[in-house]
T-cell receptor
């Protein structure tokens, strides 16, 4: 299975700052089938980015995804108060589907 | 509005089985895969398996092979996930999530149910 490693585990930032989250894959992710999700306490994950760089419907433009092969990045250009949450990467190109361990973006 | 609505929380004893339902609305039920993902408290997301509601075909993560069964009732637009031989480490929130269109085979999980808490305790 494809192991996804997210870094850092925790990112402490202030509103208005830029957040850069990384996701590394143990093998090439087929067709860049890589998604990012946001999860807040007590809620289900919410799809932000799919196919590595496409924003899902209704997702603000401050969220962007990039990368290919084994290295992927989620960037939040300017953090809003509602962006403090846990973020997961997910590959769906190869079965079994796998998720990264998550990056918590917390208020500094 | 696309919605997945799951059944309510359950408490089960070790060794028992549990079935969680996931009712879809707002789209053509047989056109999209349904996946199951679980999350233990404070932990990450773990994929369990998928179903093609059109064909009834399923696939399971190796970890759950032999313990998990995914079925559907197309007339009710509902998918069911049964987990047997429950252990304490099966205590988690279980989510259903809509996958890709069945013709495309690959796609993200774009709509999620609200989650069902399953507690396994003697």
């Amino acid at each position: 299975e494809i192991v996804l490693t997210q870094s850092p585990a925790t990112l402490s930032l202030s509103p208005g700052q830029r957040a850069t989250l990384s996701c590394g894959a143990g093998q090439t992710v087929r067709s860049n089938c890589l998604a990012w999700y946001q999860q807040k306490p007590g809620l289900a994950p919410r799809l932000l980015i799919y196919d590595a760089s496409n924003r899902a419907t209704g997702i603000p433009g401050r969220f962007s995804g990039s990368g290919s092969g084994t290295d992927f990045t989620l960037t939040i250009s300017r953090l809003e108060p509602e962006d403090f949450a846990v973020y997961y990467c997910h590959q769906y190109g190869t079965s079994p589907l796998t998720f990264g361990g998550g990056t918590k973006v917390e208020i500094k | 509005q696309v919605l997945l609505v799951q059944s309510g929380a359950e408490v089960k004893k070790p060794g028992a089985s549990v079935t969680v339902s996931c009712k879809a609305s707002g789209y053509t039920f047989t056109s999209y895969e349904i996946n199951w993902v679980r999350q233990a408290s404070g932990q990450g997301l773990e994929w369990m398996g998928w179903m093609n509601p059109y064909t009834g075909n399923t696939g399971y993560a190796q970890k759950f092979q032999g313990r998990v069964t995914i079925t559907r009732n197309t007339s009710e637009s509902t998918v069911y996930m049964e987990l047997s031989g429950l252990r304490s480490d099966d205590t988690a929130v279980y989510y259903c999530a809509r996958g890709p269109e069945v013709l495309f085979l690959k796609g993200p999980l774009d709509v999620w149910g609200q989650g069902t808490t399953i507690t396994v305790s003697s």
